[in-house]
Each structure stands twice: as structure tokens, then as C-alpha cells.
């Protein structure tokens, strides 16, 4: 299973991105689906996750100006992010906790997206 991330450039801040995650199959069920970004030197940090029954939870920094979403149809997550800041400038990464099959579970990472916000 891969994940396709995409979305990440070079924006000016207060400006908007909108990044997209895609799985390279079908499951038997998608369970919780994340964000994860990691900066220069810094460890890599929760974003935003989505449980299956849509609940979501976001990191403080990005409350408010963050959005997670998903389409499970089209075994998809977005991030869309608005009113972007410089400190919001690192590799983004999806994450999958899923159940290919009723009897098996996966936990994938995507290859990671760039964002760098321009002050």
C-alpha cells in the first residue's frame, strides 16, 4: 500500500494550501486518518487526525485555521489549510490505520509534501 501525498509549494503567509493524500487501493475499512508535520531540527508533531465516524481532533497551533477531511470512496484525506504562517513551513505527511481485510490492519505514512510559507 502507498500513500500519494500532494498539495505542498511556496506560499506567501495568509495565504492558503490545500493538501491531498491518496491510497493506492481499497480497504475493507478506513479507521483513523492523520497529519503529521515535521520542521528543520524539530520532531515531527500531530497536525490534524479524522476518525472514522468523522470526529477530528487539531493541533492548537493550527485550530481554527486548519480543516481535515476525508473520502473514504475515494480513499482520500485533505488538509486544507488557510491564513498560513511562516512557522507552519515543513514536511507534511499523511497517515492510514486501516483493515485491508476483516481479519488483517495496516498503518502506513505517505512520502512526505513541502510547505514553506514566505513571511
Known amino acids: 500500500v502507498q500513500l500519494q501525498a500532494s498539495g505542498g509549494g511556496l506560499v506567501q503567509a495568509g495565504g492558503s494550501l490545500r493538501l491531498s493524500c491518496v491510497a493506492s487501493?481499497?480497504?475493507?475499512?478506513?479507521?483513523?486518518l492523520g497529519w503529521f508535520r515535521q520542521a528543520p531540527g524539530k520532531e515531527r508533531e500531530l497536525v490534524a487526525s479524522i476518525t472514522s465516524g468523522g470526529s477530528t481532533k487539531y493541533a492548537n497551533s493550527v485550530q481554527g485555521r486548519f480543516t481535515i477531511s476525508r473520502d473514504d470512496a475515494e480513499h482520500t484525506v485533505y488538509l486544507q489549510m488557510n491564513s498560513l504562517k511562516p512557522e507552519d513551513t515543513a514536511v507534511y505527511y499523511c497517515?492510514?490505520?486501516?483493515?485491508?481485510?476483516?481479519?488483517?490492519?495496516?498503518?502506513?505514512w505517505g512520502q512526505g509534501t513541502q510547505v514553506t510559507v514566505s513571511s
Open positions: 497517515n492510514l490505520n486501516a483493515k485491508p481485510s476483516i481479519d488483517a490492519r495496516i498503518h502506513v
Open positions: 487501493r481499497r480497504f475493507y475499512r478506513i479507521d483513523n
